[in-house]
């Protein structure tokens, strides 16, 4: 088998306890299970000998150059290692149920494309390296707390815990940007995506350029603009710290009313809409200050650049100049919010006609009902919705907001003839 070959591996094993074992009268079923997976993933085609790249012809001769990126003949396939424990017990005759799974994922020899210095004759290679371990744990809460001839109340709470760590990079590689967001591909106001093996750093934790600060107090300048930050800081993580959802179903002789909260937890996002609402002057948060100016809350150098004292700012700007530097799009630090959210994700309402009627037309069933989407929205952020996304280039991009179409919520009706 060559190296560039893979399988896919797994196992999986499950003891039905309430089958085995004699339970207690309240344990109407008890499931034990454990898997485990190895999994292979390849890259594009083509990537493993390097071959000429055709170029603009000169004249009627056709020139071919070298690729710029240097590829892998030794390249194998990214591996995943996934362990899972588990368990579904039910009480009081299926009334009440428990499902919950821990399991570990731990991705190794993934293919990574890192810079390399031209002087090579390249601009970066194709290597296998890095390991990266997630975490987690999930739960499922399902009830029947009411149920009669005429009434029956179903319920559910689904519980989400994930946490994936960066392990180990490529030998010499401290750091690898697996990812950006930029505007107008500017470095200037761009946000990128770094992993890091220091303090095994998470998986989407978002880096960006902010405002200057001496203990705490943001730092201005002579003319009483806030100073910016050079350097690169980590914003957080978009990534939650859980998910919960919780529906319910109440169900009244041919009545059927459905309902779902939908609880994100944590996690921060990048918002390019307040940014660019703060610097045009078209959100209400930039109200004060337009008759009188602003003085900015902070400090200022009173002495030189070798020998810094530090004394209160009492320099006012106009309010353009000052939400204008503020809220630039390049200090991306002062548009990071907390993407946490609850949401009305759904609610429905349907009614099932009596057999008499169904009858009439050769029918089985006939249901008409009434939906709506995302119906409520409470959130830290009056202005977008955590949810959306930047487009960069043709791909999605989590943990930034790029002037995103609003969140719409949706009606419908529904019809459904069965025969």
Do not use: C
């Amino acid at each position: 088998v060559s190296a560039n070959s893979y399988a896919y591996y797994s196992a999986a094993l499950s003891f039905i306890l309430s089958e085995m074992v004699k339970m207690p009268a309240s344990i109407s079923y008890a499931k034990i299970r454990l898997s485990y997976g190895k999994v292979g993933s390849d890259t594009d085609p083509y990537q493993l000998n390097n071959t000429f790249v055709f170029n603009q012809n000169y004249g009627s001769s056709p020139l071919l150059t070298n690729s710029t990126r240097l590829l892998n003949a030794a390249l194998t396939p990214e591996k995943l290692n996934a362990v899972e424990l588990g368990t579904e017990i039910y009480f009081f005759k299926n009334r009440l149920g428990l499902d919950a799974t821990v399991y570990q994922n731990t991705n190794v020899h993934q293919i990574i494309n890192l810079p390399t210095s031209t002087a090579s004759g390249y601009q970066s290679r194709l290597v296998n390296g890095g390991t990266v371990r997630s975490r987690g744990i999930e739960l499922m809460l399902k009830a029947v707390p009411i149920t009669s001839p005429s009434f029956k109340w179903t319920s559910f709470i689904n519980f989400s815990h994930n946490q994936s760590n960066v392990i180990e990079l490529p030998e010499g590689v401290d750091q690898y940007v697996t990812g950006f967001s930029s505007v107008y591909i500017s470095t200037d106001n761009s946000v990128f995506f770094i992993a890091t093996p220091q303090n095994k750093g998470k998986v989407g934790d978002l880096y960006g350029t902010g405002l200057l600060t001496i203990d705490g107090e943001t730092v201005y300048d002579a003319k009483g603009f806030p100073a910016r930050a050079a350097k690169l800081r980590n914003l957080g993580n978009y990534n939650p710290d859980f998910i919960l959802g919780f529906g319910n179903e109440l169900t009244y002789k041919n009545f059927d009313f459905n309902f779902l909260w939908d609880w994100r937890q944590g996690g921060v996002f990048l918002s390019r809409t307040f940014s660019l609402g703060s610097t045009s002057g078209i959100l209400e948060s930039t109200l004060p200050g337009r008759e009188t100016g602003i003085i900015g809350d902070g400090v200022t150098n009173t002495g030189t650049a070798t020998d810094p004292k530090y004394a209160t700012n009492t320099t006012s700007i106009s309010a353009a100049d000052y939400y204008g530097q503020y809220y630039n799009r390049a200090n991306e630090a002062t548009a990071i919010f907390d993407a946490s959210y609850l949401k009305l994700r759904q609610v429905g309402l349907s009614y099932s006609f009596p057999e008499k009627i169904s009858d009439k037309i050769n029918a089985n069933s006939i249901k008409v009902g009434f939906i709506m989407n995302n119906v409520l929205l409470f959130t830290q952020n009056p202005n977008v919705d955590p949810e959306g996304n930047a487009l960069q280039g043709r791909k999605y991009v989590n943990g930034v907001e790029d002037m995103s179409l609003p969140s719409s919520r949706s009606y419908g009706f529904n019809l459904n003839i069965n025969f």
